[in-house]
């Protein structure tokens, strides 16, 4: 069971800059935009293990190193990316596992890792939940924007890699249901998270999910990301390029 979340996600609680952060089988509303075409800090640390791939790039400068292409919307589904695997056997899905690992207060885990109890902070609204059927767990950057920026050329298993991407930090974040199914499968040229304290973090946080995966912005997405960017100075995107 993977508890390296823990620790990053009680150092955000302390930084002021910013707050880190349905059952198995509800669907998310990370696809729900019309198909019209288209950490926990400030210095998010998603690379497990050895140094990432670019370590300190301060955030407007990383920016500019997600890969320029317009959009490709044809022929996706939902099911294109297999998630809420159990990859290791020990009966926790990724849903599971990413609960367990953000949680501010440890759940009881039951037969099947069934989850009571327990606390979690929403970092998208700063709200503190208390049932983890309240949450949802949002895809940093949506499946369908995903595949809009390079995943519809990807084979089944690397999309289910990217569904299930436990390694790195900040590429799942459970979140209140209502802001990720606001959220849908917007970027952030069309939503941001409604805590103005989230703004330098999730632009990290989806800067470094689209390095991490290689994956490409198109225009409008490059020249809100860089705008919004522009107050969060002292923000840095560090990344682990996927296997």
């Not at 409604?194 to 490059?222: H, I, N, Q, V």
Request: aromatic residues 6%; negative net charge; contains cysteine.
């Amino acid at each position: 069971m993977d508890l390296r979340r823990i620790g990053s996600l009680s150092a955000a609680l302390l930084t002021a800059a910013a707050l880190t952060a349905c059952s198995a089988d509800v669907v998310e509303a990370d696809d729900a935009k019309p198909s019209t075409a288209a950490t926990g800090s400030t210095t998010p640390s998603g690379a497990p293990g050895g140094g990432p791939d670019k370590a300190g790039l301060p955030l407007s400068q990383a920016i500019t190193q997600i890969p320029a292409a317009a959009e490709q919307r044809e022929g996706y589904e939902r099911d294109s990316f297999r998630h809420w695997i159990d990859e290791d056997g020990d009966s926790c899905t990724t849903r599971a596992e990413v609960l367990i690992a953000e949680a501010v207060t440890a759940p009881e885990q039951g037969a099947r890792c069934s989850l009571t109890g327990g606390s979690w902070l929403s970092y998208y609204d700063e709200a503190e939940v208390t049932d983890a059927r309240k949450l949802d767990i949002d895809h940093m950057v949506p499946l369908a924007e995903a595949w809009d920026s390079g995943a519809h050329a990807w084979t089944p298993e690397r999309r289910e890699a990217y569904a299930n991407d436990l390694t790195a930090e900040r590429s799942l974040v459970a979140v209140t249901a209502k802001t990720n199914r606001s959220k849908a499968d917007r970027d952030p040229a069309q939503w941001m998270p409604p805590a103005g304290s989230a703004t330098c973090t999730y632009l990290a946080d989806w800067t470094a999910t689209k390095l991490r995966w290689d994956l490409s912005a198109d225009d409008a997405e490059r020249t809100a990301l860089l705008e919004l960017a522009a107050p969060c100075t002292d923000s840095v995107v560090e990344y682990e390029a996927a296997p």
